[in-house]
């Protein structure tokens, strides 16, 4: 019996840990990206994959009860949330952006691939 | 958790005191991009990371401490957070539509077609087309901006 409480301890910690290491992921994207559209991308990750991780951990540990449920509730709440405030936050984004020409970088179609316009040295975005 | 089994006990406390600490190390870090973020996008990015952050301490502190109930906070915060990053982006859509109308303006200001986007085959990166406005074509027009607030 003891060894088995010592496979849940295992399995729980292993889960809980990626997720912790899937939001140190999410906090150098952010403090690396420049851009807020590209930052959001990473604080994405966190708000699904992270916390998904660290509650199933949390749920392994817990075992079969009630507790269990309302912790997998927290994820389908995210699942649906997610999504919902990044949308509201771009279009923020896109809508109060006085200086569009600074913050995306245009781009040519050439056979089939989008490159960099000849003549015009690439931006630092 | 770990009744009765010597050294489990202690490896769930070193687990879950660990993994406290290392969140609201976590926390400071989104705090001061909060901070230094150079728009209101970043900084409520940075809150809404903060939320889901404080969410998964609170779902270890209910484990921790064995109180079931502190899981029905967590789910409260969760729906909290949302409302908070809904209303916020709405209240600075808002005050931004004032500001433009208070200067007469446009709402969207738009963008002269650049020079090199004329030619053809050129997309934006944003996947609208070229030579007619750029971004500002995807976006919403005062009117209807007015009517959607």
């Known amino acids: 019996m003891a060894v088995l409480e010592w496979i849940r301890f295992l399995a729980g910690a292993a889960l809980l840990v990626m997720g912790l290491g899937i939001f140190v992921i999410e906090m150098i994207g952010v403090f690396r990206f420049r851009y807020v559209l590209n930052r959001m991308h990473a604080a994405a990750m966190g708000d699904t994959l992270g916390i998904g991780c660290c509650m199933l951990g949390l749920i392994v540990i817990c075992g079969w009860n009630f507790t269990s449920l309302k912790l997998f509730l927290v994820i389908l709440f995210l699942w649906l949330s997610s999504p919902t405030s990044s949308h509201l936050i771009a279009r923020l984004e896109v809508t109060t952006d006085e200086e569009p020409e600074k913050h995306y970088r245009r781009m040519v179609m050439r056979d089939g691939h989008a490159v960099e316009p000849e003549g015009e040295k690439p931006q630092n975005l | ?149």
């Open chain 2, 1 to 149: 958790m770990g009744n009765n089994i010597p050294g489990l006990e202690q490896a769930y406390h070193f687990l879950f005191v660990g993994a406290l600490v290392f969140l609201a190390a976590m926390v400071i870090l989104c705090l001061i991009r909060a901070i230094i973020g150079p728009r209101i996008a970043d900084r409520v990015v940075a809150v809404n990371m903060m939320g889901t952050m404080v969410m998964v301490i609170i779902a270890i502190l209910a484990l921790f401490l064995k109180e079931g109930y502190l899981v029905d906070i967590c789910l409260i915060y969760a729906m909290i957070s949302f409302l908070a990053v809904i209303i916020l982006t709405k209240v600075y859509m808002g005050v931004y539509a004032e500001c433009m109308q208070h200067k007469g303006g446009r709402i969207l200001r738009a963008v002269p077609p650049k020079s090199e986007s004329a030619q053809p085959g050129a997309v934006g990166i944003e996947g609208t087309e070229p030579g007619a406005g750029g971004i500002a074509d995807i976006l919403p027009d005062k009117k209807q901006c007015g009517e959607e607030m």
